[in-house]
T-cell receptor
Framework: ETGVTQTPRHLVMGMTNKKSLKCEQH?????MYWYKQSAKKPLELMFVYSLEERVENNSVPSRFSPECPNSSHLFLHLHTLQPEDSALYLCASSQSPTGSGNIQYFGAGTRLSVL | QKEVEQDPGPLSVPEGAIVSLNCTYS??????FMWYRQYSRKGPELLMY????GNKEDGRFTAQVDKSSKYISLFIRDSQPSDSATYLC????????????????FGKGTKLSVKP
């Protein structure tokens, strides 16, 4: 198993659908992250979890709802998305969310298309 | 001024060339500096990281940090077509500096193409 695994790799959904993205890390890390990557834009940090508690939420619309049931798993629940939400969604993990422990390792991403 | 500036390119070089990729930054509290490589439609892969100033070498890759100039570089020697990717620099402050809690701040990435 690679360090950080994301499923599905590709997702197409309508604006009224509900879907979830899954992330699993096998690195023994304590912090997990969701990022959004749109074309020609820098990575946008969405959520940070440390020891299963959300420590940061960067003004993300409520149609994105994260869940971290344990330190190895992270979900991003999606509902009533907009076409502009189409992007590559990346999960990452690190030892901790601060200082030298915040060197992050990424999954391959989920390519989301909202029709 | 943005915290981290990186020329998006694209940068095109012939196979075997030495490639120089650079980032500048404005926050003197950055202490850890990373380079990630991202192939098309894949997640970023950590290439190297350095702490504070100095050089670090790993095979064909050399990372350099000049804190006095707030400038970091990644050099790729004997570049190969397989090096074609987007390269992102990233930096971390220490704990709780300016309320950032040591967040990882990314540059926009430089797209590199190595032609056979």
């Amino acid at each position: 198993e690679t360090g950080v695994t994301q499923t599905p790799r590709h997702l197409v959904m309508g604006m009224t659908n509900k879907k979830s993205l899954k992330c699993e890390q096998h690195l023994g890390h304590n912090a997990m992250y969701w990022y959004k990557q749109s074309a020609k834009k820098p990575l946008e940090l969405m959520f940070v979890y440390s020891l299963e508690e959300r420590v940061e939420n960067n003004s993300v619309p409520s149609r994105f709802s994260p869940e971290c049931p344990n330190s190895s798993h992270l979900f991003l629940h999606l509902h009533t998305l907009q076409p502009e939400d189409s992007a590559l969604y990346l999960c990452a993990s690190s030892q901790s969310p601060t200082g030298s422990g915040n060197i992050q390792y990424f999954g391959a991403g989920t390519r989301l298309s909202v029709l | 001024q943005k915290e981290v500036e990186q020329d998006p390119g694209p940068l095109s070089v012939p196979e075997g060339a030495i490639v120089s990729l650079n980032c500048t930054y404005s926050n003197s509290a950055f202490q850890y500096f990373m380079w990630y490589r991202q192939y098309s439609r894949k997640g970023p892969e950590l290439l190297m990281y350095t702490y504070s100033s100095g050089n670090k070498e790993d095979g064909r890759f050399t990372a350099q940090v000049d804190k006095s100039s707030k400038y970091i570089s990644l050099f790729i020697r004997d570049s190969q077509p397989s090096d074609s990717a987007t390269y992102l620099c990233a930096m971390i402050t220490m704990w709780n500096y300016g309320g950032s809690q040591g967040n990882l701040i990314f540059g926009k990435g430089t797209k590199l193409s190595v032609k056979p």
